[in-house]
């Protein structure tokens, strides 16, 4: 089964529940009438794509179809799937672009950092890279063992230290036995829980900050962020792009939800890339990120 497919499989909950709705909107027939815009406007919110965007998107398409004389609903219809795409703020570059390459992963517990560094390291070793990783989620000894286990699965060395060590020593350790191996990518997962949350973003401004400075090559700040979650999840993830400044955001959990409406949000009020999404937990179900064929498995294009 392509990616593609697999996508469109794994993001049924979102479009089944989508679906249903814009089919009857779309009907054939269907007349652009006011209740056809509210309807359209409450559908698209009801998904998540979140509610200033989603307005404006709509306004927008009303007035472009009355100035043009668009006639038909399934015009409209190929319309709005490329505005939702427009939402998307679109990456200069991939991740795993330039090598060599320092990764850091952030985002609250159990978003699916850990796993998620387990499955880049997975895809960039098949990809030919020499990927090192840093378990710098000192705060819990769960959380070394199982990244270990990601790294005996992807084949790649970990650099870590006991339960409560200084976090930011070990991004500083990897930092450097990255460099003396030659290690394309280093990928670094951190810790999503602390006492509070200051003291999360404290300490994760700590990490960033002496993971730059020792660092000879750029330095990205991914924040991993769970679909699940939704307005809930994005209201945390302006907080670690506020404290930390973050490069890009992964999605999780796009299989897990009839919310999927959420990635547009997020990279639209981020004003963030979206680089990767999970869509699953096992050690390929991480995909490269679309806008088009995701709008598309969304809103169930026709096909
Ligand atoms: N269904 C699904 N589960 C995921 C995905 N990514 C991670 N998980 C699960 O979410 C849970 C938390 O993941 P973990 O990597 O430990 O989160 P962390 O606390 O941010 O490191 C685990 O049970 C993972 O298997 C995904 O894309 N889809
Ligand atoms: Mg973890």
Known sequence: MSLRDRLSARLSKSRQRLNESMNILFQRGAK??????????????????????????????RDETRRQAIPDAESVRERLISKIVDLFVVG???????????????????????????????SAVDDGHSVLLGSADTFRAAAIEQLDEWAARANVDVVKRER?????????????????????????DTAGRLHTSDDLMRELQKVVGVTRKRSRVPVKVVLVIDATTGQNG?????VFNKALDLDAVIV??????????????????????????GIGESIDDLGPFEPRDFVEALLGAQD
């Open 32 to 61: 652009l009438d006011d209740s056809f815009w509210d309807n359209l406007e409450e559908t698209l919110i009801l998904s998540d794509m979140g509610p200033t965007a989603c307005m404006e998107l709509v306004e927008e398409l």
């Open 252 to 277: 999780t959990k796009l299989d897990g939800t009839a919310k999927g409406g959420i990635a547009v949000a997020i990279s639209n009020e981020l004003q963030l890339p979206i680089v990767r999404i």
């Open 164 to 188: 409560g060590s200084d976090p930011a020593s070990v991004c500083f350790e990897a930092v450097e036995r990255g460099e003396q191996v030659g290690s394309d990518f280093v990928l670094i």
């Open 92 to 122: 200069e570059a991939d991740l795993f672009d330039e090598a060599p390459a320092v990764i850091l992963f952030v985002g609250i517990n159990g978003a699916g950092k850990t796993t998620t560094v387990g499955k880049l390291a997975k």
């Open 234 to 238: 994005l209201e945390q993830a302006k």
